[in-house]
Every structure is written in structure tokens, then in C-alpha cells.
């Protein structure tokens, strides 16, 4: 810190004095010796200066702000819920036209092995598990806008690729990846 | 719902205090989303609305010195500050004071990204939340004696930083 060498008013007096905390005796006592002493009338000027800069870049980070901001929409691990929602329920909805074109396209007197009811049942597992894994991609690239998500949309990727692997997700996921 | 009507209530000062603590609008708008969700989720032990506001300045101001270990702050440019000051000024300055305005902006962000956290949170209470000693003192747990002195030591702070470089206040 510079030195303030005036020994009548100390630092402390000019700060509470630029704050406009002292009784007004006292306050007008301090102003009288400023006018005279050169040490306290640059400490105080700088006082004032430094505050006024301070608040200017506060106000110009507060005008940055939008207008008005709704708080009230919970998030998911840095997404809106609704957009989150919005995607599964997209995707649910891409899921549930798929399965009724195969069964829409599927003989109707169950003949061979299409009809096997294993494969039926793995079929719905493959469907469900492209699903969750195409749910889980969009949520990852929704994340990836969002600044300092790159390790966490990453950890989401390789997830994706380890878990399901024979999907498209997962393919997109390896290269979103290299 | 009682959480939500405090903190709407309060939204400008906690708006101010994540802006003064140097956190750009975005990063600002995800941490006020947080303290909205661990106000309305949290415990209803606040009696009183008095009580609930300072618990949402305190949890505003830890979460914003949790972004500060994790983000650069105060990172907005000079002349940004500068053209969006002059705009509010009755008169325009002339180019020779916006260039040392722009000079006295850039060394106080300097001071602010060094300065304690524990002289900052204060200052920005202080000064741009209009809370006095005795209500900062009370949302930080500390004696407003306490409050006054970090108070001091980051005005003089400030100060030094414009008289070191030569500044003419």
C-alpha cells in the first residue's frame, strides 16, 4: 500500500469520511484539512475515483443481464427439465412410430422365425436400448452448449458408447469423441 | 410457495451481488438457477423473511466464490465498460478521458481478480447491494466491526491501485 504520511487524519477517517459515515463536525473538520493537505486530498480522490470506476463495472455486468429471467424451471444437471423432456418425449415418440410400422409390417398369421417370440422380444430390447441410448445423446449435445460441460458431455459419450454399443448413438457418440 | 416470493423478492440484490462478484450474465443466470432450486428444495427453517433473505445472499455469495476457483472473472474488456459508462453520462467524453477511463477500468479488474475473497464479497454488498455493516455482518457471520475493517481494507486497496499507477483521480 502507498504511504499516507499525514499524521492529523488517518486512512480510516477518509474512508468513513468518503462513505459520508462521520458526524457532520467531524466530516466537516476532515474537509477543511483535504483542501490543505496534499497527502489526504489524493487519497480521497482516489477513494472517490476508484469507487465510481468499481461501479461502472458492476452496472456494466448487471446491464448484460436479460430483462427479465424466470427461475423457476428446474434444471437437470445444467439443462432446462422441459427441454429434456422435450427430447425424450421426441424420441419415445420416433420409438413408438418405428414398432408400430414392424408390427404393421409384419405377416399377419406369425409364420417362421420373424414370429419367434424371442425375437420379437429381442427386437423390442434392441429398439428400447436405441432409445435410451439416442435419449441419452441428445441430452449429451443439448449439455455440450453449455460452457465447462466438455469432461462431463465426454464421461456422457463414452457412457453411451460402452454401454451400448451396436446403436447409432453410440456410433455418433465415438465420433463426436475423436 | 414462500422460498419463492423471498427470492423473487430479493432478485435484484442477488442479481447485484453476482455481477459485482464478476461473474459474467450466463454464468451468473446458472447460479442464480442453483440458489432457486436449494431455496425452494431446502428446509423450511427460516421463520422469518428477513431470516430467508440472508440465507439466499449467503448461498449466492459462497456459490459465486465457487465459480471464481473454477472461472476467470472480471474478464469483460475495458473500453466495453468505458462506451457502456460514457452512454450514461449526461455528456459524452472527450477521447483523451476515455482513454484514461478505459486505463482506470482495466486497473481496477486487475485489483478485483486479486483481490480476497473475503474483502470482495463485503465491497460488493456494500456498494452496489446497499447493505450496511450491521446486515452484511449478519448474512457472513461476522461482527459488523469485522465488516467495517474488510471493508477499509478493500477501498484502500482500490485506491492504492489507481494511485500506484499514476492515475490522476
Known amino acids: 500500500m502507498n504511504e499516507h504520511s499525514c499524521r492529523i487524519v488517518s486512512k480510516e477517517d477518509l474512508v468513513a469520511y468518503a462513505d459520508g459515515e462521520l458526524p457532520q463536525s467531524e466530516s466537516e473538520r476532515i474537509a477543511e484539512h483535504i483542501a490543505t493537505c496534499p ?12 469507487l ?6 458492476w452496472r456494466t455486468g448487471e446491464a448484460q443481464w436479460p430483462k427479465a429471467h424466470s427461475f423457476d424451471k428446474v434444471r437437470w444437471n445444467g439443462l432446462r427439465l422441459k427441454e429434456a423432456v422435450a427430447v425424450a418425449a421426441g424420441v419415445l415418440l420416433l420409438l413408438g412410430v418405428g414398432a408400430i410400422w414392424r408390427l404393421l ?44 460441460s466438455k469432461s462431463s458431455v465426454e464421461e456422457r459419450y463414452r457412457h453411451i458408447v460402452e454401454t451400448y454399443p451396436d446403436t447409432a448413438a453410440a456410433a455418433k457418440a465415438k465420433l463426436k469423441m475423436q | ?30 447460479v442464480l438457477q442453483d440458489v432457486y432450486v436449494a ?42 465498460v468505458v462506451k457502456q459508462w460514457s452512454e450514461s453520462a449526461r455528456e459524452a467524453p472527450e477521447p483523451d478521458k476515455q482513454a484514461i477511463a478505459a486505463e482506470e477500468v482495466e486497473t481496477m479488474m486487475q485489483c478485483l481478480r486479486q483481490m480476497d475473497e473475503s474483502l470482495q464479497v463485503p465491497l460488493a454488498m456494500r456498494y452496489f447491494c446497499d447493505l450496511n455493516s ?27 491501485a489507481l494511485l500506484r499507477k499514476g492515475i490522476e483521480a
Request: glycine share 6%; charged share 30%.
Open chain 1, 39 to 50: 497527502d489526504c486530498k489524493a487519497l480521497s480522490q482516489a477513494l472517490e475515483r476508484s
Open chain 2, 39 to 80: 431455496a425452494v428444495k431446502g428446509p423450511a427453517k427460516y421463520c422469518s423473511e428477513q431470516q430467508a433473505w440472508r440465507w439466499l445472499m449467503r448461498v449466492t455469495a459462497n456459490r459465486c466464490l465457487l465459480e471464481f476457483r473454477r472461472r476467470k472473472r472480471h474478464s469483460r474488456a475495458a473500453s466495453e
Open chain 2, 1 to 30: 410457495m414462500r422460498m419463492h416470493s423471498v427470492f423473487m423478492g430479493h432478485i435484484e440484490r442477488l442479481r447485484r451481488l453476482v455481477v459485482a462478484m464478476g461473474l459474467s450474465a450466463e454464468e451468473g443466470q446458472d
Open chain 1, 105 to 148: 409390417s409384419e405377416p399377419s398369421e406369425p409364420t417362421g422365425k420373424i414370429a419367434d417370440e424371442a425375437k420379437i422380444a429381442e427386437l423390442r430390447f434392441k429398439i428400447a436400448e436405441s432409445g435410451h441410448a439416442a435419449q441419452l445423446l441428445a441430452a449429451a449435445e443439448l449439455l455440450s452448449r453449455y460452457p465447462g
Open chain 2, 134 to 160: 450491521t446486515e452484511i455482518g449478519e448474512i457472513m457471520d461476522l461482527e459488523p466491526g469485522t465488516v467495517r475493517k474488510r471493508l477499509y481494507k478493500g477501498r484502500i486497496m482500490l485506491a492504492d
Open chain 1, 52 to 57: 465510481q470506476v468499481t461501479q461502472a463495472i
